[in-house]
């Protein structure tokens, strides 16, 4: 079964710095998945970004980046420019490549609070 | 608008009372989840529904009854809960056979058990 770890239960970060939220998993996969989602006070789970296992390339949305090592299996975001609407809790996801029932289920880390400080 | 709704918000609700929440979803996916999200722990994945036919119980115990009627639609029916069953539950959607494909969350409903 794979895991997802986020050793950080809390990070903060002074407005329009940088953060780097950390994240690993472990699985015997070599093709898959992996999520950041974005749980603000509104509680509605959020998708930050997307990453694919095949791909070498580190996805990027605007401000939000990752920093990807398959073989280490570790899967970090980078939030640049940190602004007030970015105060939330984050939450790291993995889900297997192979695509039938039973594989589209995501697995989740503990979470990561984030606090900007203005 | 988020595509996902879930009803009610918040329940508070008595160990003998018997409630249900409601998650509806438009955006046409195929598969919907109930997760328990408690303080400190990993979301827990609890039933999953596959066109609308349920694939995995994760060993929920059975004060928990899920119902999906339709791919849109998926309750989850509470009856005799615990005070430990309070908990934000969150319900999701996603596509099945679609590689890579993420969720898409309701707002959750807080249950109160007491």
């Known amino acids: 079964a794979q895991t997802v770890t986020q050793s950080q239960p809390e990070m903060s970060v002074q407005e329009a710095e940088t953060v780097t939220l950390s994240c690993t998993y472990d699985t015997s996969e070599s093709d898959y998945y992996l999520f950041w989602y974005k749980q603000p006070p509104s509680r509605q789970m959020i998708l930050v970004i997307r990453q694919e296992a095949y791909k070498q390339q580190n996805a990027t949305e605007n401000r939000f980046s990752v920093n990807f090592q398959k073989a280490a299996k570790s899967f970090s975001l980078k939030i640049s420019d940190s602004q007030l609407g970015d105060a939330a809790m984050y939450f790291c996801a993995y889900r297997s490549g192979i695509s039938n029932f039973g594989n589209e289920k995501l697995t989740f880390g503990t979470g990561t609070r984030l606090t900007i400080i203005p | ?114």
């Open chain 2, 1 to 114: 608008e988020t595509g996902v709704t879930q009803t009610p918000r918040h329940l508070v609700m008595g160990m003998t009372n018997k409630k249900s929440l409601k998650c509806e979803q438009h955006l046409g996916h195929n598969a919907m989840y109930w997760y328990k999200q408690s303080a400190k722990k990993p979301l827990e994945l609890m039933f999953v529904y596959n066109f609308k036919e349920q694939t995995e119980n994760n060993s929920v115990p059975s004060r928990f009854s899920p119902e999906c009627p339709n791919s849109s639609h998926l309750f989850l029916h509470l009856h005799t809960l615990q005070p430990e069953d309070s908990a934000l539950y969150l319900c999701a959607s996603s596509q099945v056979f679609v590689q890579g494909y993420g969720y898409t969350f309701g707002s959750g409903t807080r249950l109160t058990v007491v």
